[in-house]
């Protein structure tokens, strides 16, 4: 909670002091000043002293008007009523508030010789009221890369535990979390007078924060919605890296089979959850064949045993077998390299496919990226109640199909959603296209090299065989002492082969019940974004919107046909097109100027009551700078007043000129019985006058 | 026999149309060159065909682009000129998006609310709002399509 006790403007000119000391107090504050008086620099010096005035758009000084940094005007009261001039030396803004509890002071300058305005001191006590008091002291930042998170000299981060604020993380735009800062909250408790009424939130400073109204909005009713999200990204995250370990082991697996010539199957792209019954196994290519693992193992054993029995007998007894020997191995050499010959043309093939796929694939993401955009825009055109849009001619009325084509083509277009899925089917058959070709080209590739290999050691063998054909007939062959040393190296490499794809494998066992038990605390987490608990203060909120609107005299619309949207948690007209489709309209296109400012003080009044009524994380203030715009009618701005007063245990601040009108003035304020008011009007007064110090 | 009468029909069905010729989209990017590359929001027919084209496809954006970094303007030998722009604009004249004052186009404050809309969705467009605030107000002006129309023509 935030209270303003008292603020004071110092500025020291080349011609004595000037400024001006303001109480305030609980309850409904009015500051009634003139137009030209200098209303809104005292506004614009409060959000100074909090280090809000990103609100009034500029950082540090450059947010203030010039009487805090170039000139002064006096009006000598000597019955003349001239206008005198002077020069600013040095001005400081004092603010004296509380959290309901402790009382501090913040002192910052506006012009100051040596001190930058990124500096803000805190008096820990209160300084305007007591200025006696010794109090303790301490020098903050502001605006620097630390004032929301330094613990110690960032102001924002002071002023968070101060105000018993507990800001959430949201996701900015650059995927990064980042706290909800307290200058963009602030924008829905202080309303500047220039741009502030332009708009719901429309001071709102620009941190790269997506959707940061609607954030303000959760926060401040302190809906779940942020917890459920903290908890979703977290999972998320988790996802994700669970999601990188399965590919990097995916990687090692696949480099690993194609060392040994094989290929891995039953491994899913993705994380999923594995059984016992599915374990994933190796297929290893051998020329023309395929074998399992075992089956290769059992093979490259009887292959030994053959050679073992041999190794010992003669050339001479041998020579036939030799002969049979080489002209199967010439025979195989033969068949593989046609085979070799065939797949490799095959693949080249297949790549110019899949080029081509990949370029439709990247026309279809264009359209598709294209199209989403249109559907934003058709939205935007049903927000902003278009004719086109429903299928009207603005013109004329007729039916008309959303298309720019020449009618008489007689062409209907699909609906953009329809156009959407359409795409999408599109996409998806091309990439199941380019999966399945990858594939191919996959195990084609797998299988070249299988061969290229077989074809390589059978040439070997021939020449070995060949050269046994002439040695020396007595001593036991060389080819066969040759192919045992390869056997048993190719036996002890498939025998560490299995050992490190059985160690992958189990690795991925592991992965996939992490997965499993991830996949379920997020299911367990719903899938709705709002809690039943949001909904009832979203309800009430809604609820509470309308009787003020109601009261405040809104006309242009039925009130039971605003809502507030769901999604922005701003007010939309509801309209019922004729075949009972309900479309949601934004209530700027649909009322008149004065209207819109009603609904934005409902909408503000109703977000400090529905917060405070659910004990929500409101600062229980709001300050208004000449809330009486687009000449909203005087018994309106009553009413509101009269709203305001109500809140008694929280603090509002009026600034307001009453059209310069006595009048006016007595008009609306005429009735209010608690209200703190501060006349500098009745006496035309400027804020900013000479002090005696 | 049975002779049975076998019903058969045709039924007309919709056909996928391009966002280029979807109105609100169009007029989504007419308010967008006219606030991003347009002095004083105002704007040629010519110079929105000019745009329009090279918004059309990433390919024609890049293309601009580079033209651009290279200063080589000669490789601009022509833009496309369609009638759905015209059509969009008459669209949006008539529902008061868009004015047409003394041969420009410019926003009406509908049409102001309609682009800050736009503006405020940074999923938006994004692409084409990175390619325009690339351009800015000071690149292409209504003499620099005129001087290069007239090239072009000659």
Redesign the interface.
């Known amino acids: 909670m935030l209270q303003i006790e008292a603020i004071r403007a110092v500025i020291h000119t080349n011609d004595g002091a000037f400024g001006r000391t303001i109480m305030l107090g609980k309850g409904l504050n009015i500051i009634r000043a003139n137009n030209t008086s200098g209303k809104s620099s005292f506004f614009g010096a409060i959000l100074y002293g909090l280090g809000f005035e990103e609100l009034l758009g500029g950082r540090n000084e450059k947010a203030l008007q010039s009487v805090f940094k170039s000139v002064v005007k006096e009006i000598v009261s000597d019955g003349t009523n001239t206008e005198s001039e002077h020069r600013v030396i040095q001005s400081e803004i004092y603010l004296q508030f509380s959290n309901g509890k402790d009382v501090v002071t913040t002192r910052r300058f506006a012009l100051h010789e040596k001190i930058k305005a990124q500096a803000i001191e805190v008096f820990f006590g209160p300084l305007i009221t007591s200025a006696n008091e010794e109090l303790r002291r301490q020098g903050m930042y502001l605006h620097d890369k630390g004032s929301a998170s330094n613990e110690d000299i960032g102001f924002h981060r002071f002023l968070e535990e101060f105000s018993g604020a507990v800001l959430p993380e949201v996701v900015n735009?650059d995927g990064r979390k980042v706290k909800l800062y307290l200058p963009l909250i602030a924008a829905a408790h202080f309303i500047e007078q220039k741009a502030g009424w332009s708009d719901f939130f429309a001071n709102l400073p620009y941190y790269g924060i997506?959707d940061a109204n609607s954030k303000v909005f959760e926060y401040i009713l302190d809906l779940d919605v942020f917890s459920k999200a903290l908890k979703r990204q977290e999972i998320q995250n988790h996802l994700k890296q669970i999601s990188d370990r399965w590919s990097v082991i995916l990687n090692k697996i696949e480099i690993l089979s194609k060392r040994g010539g094989a290929e891995a199957v039953g491994i899913p792209l993705s994380p999923e959850i594995l059984t016992k019954e599915n374990k994933p196994y190796l297929r290893f290519l051998r020329a023309d064949k395929s074998l399992l693992l075992s089956e290769l193992i059992n093979s490259i054993n009887r292959d030994l045993q053959e050679v073992m029995s041999q190794i010992n007998v003669p050339l001479s007894q041998n020579l036939d077998k030799i002969e049979d020997d080489l002209s199967t191995v010439k025979g195989h050499i033969e068949r593989y390299e046609l085979l070799y010959e065939n797949l490799g043309s095959q693949v080249s093939q297949d790549r110019e496919r899949l080029r081509q796929y990949l370029t439709q694939l990247k026309n279809v993401d264009?359209?598709l990226?294209?199209?989403k955009?249109?559907e934003?825009?058709?939205k935007?055109?049903l927000?902003?109640n278009?004719?086109?849009?429903r299928g009207i001619?603005?013109?004329c009325g007729q039916a008309i199909n959303?298309?720019?084509?020449?009618e008489h083509l007689h062409?209907?277009?699909?609906?953009?959603d329809?156009?959407i899925s359409?795409?999408q089917a599109q996409r998806k058959m091309i990439e199941a296209f380019i999966q399945n070709l990858r594939e191919q080209i996959r195990e084609k590739d797998i299988k070249i090299s299988s061969l290229e290999t077989s074809i390589q050691r059978n040439r070997s063998i021939a020449r070995s065989l060949k050269k046994s054909l002439i040695a020396d007939d007595r001593l036991p062959s060389e080819e066969i002492i040759e192919r045992k040393l390869n056997l048993e190296k190719e036996q002890n490499f498939i025998y560490r082969l299995r050992e490190e794809f059985e160690q992958l494998v189990s690795e991925l066992y592991k992965i996939s019940t992490e997965y499993n038990s991830v996949r379920s605390s997020g299911a367990a987490l719903g899938g709705d974004y709002l809690s039943s608990n949001d909904l009832s203060k979203i309800e009430s909120f809604e609820s509470y919107f309308k009787s003020l609107l109601e009261r405040f005299g809104f006309t242009s619309k039925p009130v039971n046909t605003i809502k507030i949207s769901p999604e922005k948690y701003l007010p939309v007209y509801e309209l019922s097109l004729n075949n009972g489709i309900k479309r949601q309209v934004?209530i700027?296109?649909e009322s008149s100027a004065s209207d819109f400012i009603r609904a934005q003080w409902a909408y503000y009044t109703s977000l400090m009551k529905i917060s405070t009524e659910y004990a929500g994380n409101h600062f229980r203030l709001l300050v208004f700078d000449e809330p009486q715009q687009q000449s909203a009618a005087n018994q309106n701005f009553k009413v509101f007043l009269k709203e305001l007063e109500n809140f008694q245990n929280e603090q509002t601040i009026v600034f307001a000129s009453f059209q310069n009108s006595n009048d006016d003035f007595r008009e609306a304020t005429n009735g209010l019985l608690k209200a703190h008011i501060i006349d500098l009007a009745s006496n035309s007064e400027l804020f900013i006058t000479r002090i005696n110090s | 026999m049975d002779n049975k009468i076998i019903k058969g029909g045709f039924r007309?069905r919709?056909?996928?149309?391009?966002?280029?010729?979807?109105?609100?989209?169009?007029?989504?990017l007419i308010t967008l060159i006219l606030q991003y590359v347009c002095r004083g929001n105002k704007s040629s027919l010519n110079k929105l065909h000019f745009f329009i084209w090279a918004m059309k496809?990433?390919k024609n954006m890049a293309f601009i682009r580079m033209v651009f970094m290279t200063e080589d303007l000669s490789k601009v030998v022509s833009w496309g000129v369609e009638?759905?722009?015209n059509?969009?604009l008459n669209?949006a004249i008539?529902?008061g998006?868009i004015l047409l004052d003394n041969n420009r186009y410019t926003l009406t404050s509908?049409g102001q609310?309609?682009n800050k809309?736009?503006r405020a969705?940074?999923?938006?467009?994004v692409?084409?709002k990175i390619f325009l605030s690339y351009i800015g107000k000071q690149k292409v002006t209504e003499d620099f399509i005129t001087t290069l129309t007239e090239r072009i023509s000659n």
């Open positions: 735009q997506r264009e359209d990226r294209k199209n955009d249109a934003k825009l058709q935007i055109g927000e902003a278009l004719s086109i849009d001619c603005p013109t959303d298309t720019l084509l020449n062409i209907k277009p699909m609906r953009i329809e156009n359409f795409l934004d700027r296109f | 007309q919709n056909v996928p149309l391009s966002p280029d010729y979807r109105p609100l989209y169009k007029i989504g496809s990433e009638p759905a722009l059509k969009a669209y008539a529902e998006i509908k609310l309609i809309l736009i969705d940074k999923s938006l467009l692409r084409e």
